[in-house]
T-cell receptor, first 112, second 112 residues
């Protein structure tokens, strides 16, 4: 298996623009997680899905952030409009049952 | 609410020395995990601990779990430079609202 795939790996955008991050989980995994990591705040769980249904989105910072999982093999995290404080590394992870998570390589987002 | 605390958050040690990282959690948990993150990289799973008294070892790292004390330890034996990384513990409670949390991470630096 190719592991968790994230795209793009790097994204540089201007404040106010819409940003869409993409994730393909490992086949057969029924949980998908979105995390954000910064030096100041560490690793934060934003939202996670079970069988494509959002279970806990309490970590989503504000309404500018939204996440979808239209099917078992694809998820998106959208930021609209983006702000400089959204600059971070965003990780997607998946697991079979609520178990050991496999992380993607991350997307490094820079908002200028 | 499930809370996970790690200490220390920063650890600098000499090669050849032993040390222990602690992970405390606030409520009864189903499972505990240890992950490693190298600088600029993603997280990778090290250990999965499933029951009270569980002990797992790989190389110079040994993890243990005491569910009664709600405590896990990651013991480092005769540290080498290659162990320099950030180590995270994580806890989940699949059968209690599907809650899961990561600790803040322990940044380990091993000096020659």
């Amino acid at each position: 298996d190719a592991g968790v795939i994230q795209s793009p790996r790097h994204e540089v955008t201007e404040m106010g623009q819409e940003v869409t991050l993409r994730c393909k989980p490992i086949s057969g995994h029924d949980y998908l997680f979105w995390y954000r990591q910064t030096m100041m705040r560490g690793l934060e769980l934003l939202i996670y899905f079970n069988n494509n249904v959002p279970i806990d989105d309490s970590g989503m910072p504000e309404d500018r952030f939204s996440a979808k999982m239209p099917n078992a093999s694809f998820s998106t995290l959208k930021i609209q409009p983006s702000e400089p404080r959204d600059s971070a590394v965003y990780f997607c992870a998946s697991s079979r049952y609520l178990y050991e998570q496999y992380f993607g390589p991350g997307t490094r987002l820079t908002v200028t | 609410e499930l809370k996970v605390e790690q200490n220390p958050l920063f650890l600098s040690m000499q090669e050849g020395k032993n040390y222990t990282i602690y992970c405390n959690y606030s409520t009864t948990s189903d499972r505990l995990y240890w992950y490693r993150q190298d600088p600029g990289k993603s997280l990778e799973s090290l250990f999965v601990l499933l029951s009270n008294g569980a002990v797992k070892q790989e190389g110079r790292l040994m993890a243990s779990l005491d569910t009664k004390a709600r405590l896990s330890t990651l013991h480092i034996t005769a540290a080498v430079h290659d162990l320099s990384a950030t180590y995270f513990c994580a806890v989940d409670m699949e059968y209690n609202n599907n809650d899961m949390r990561f600790g803040a991470g322990t940044r380990l630096t091993v000096k020659p």
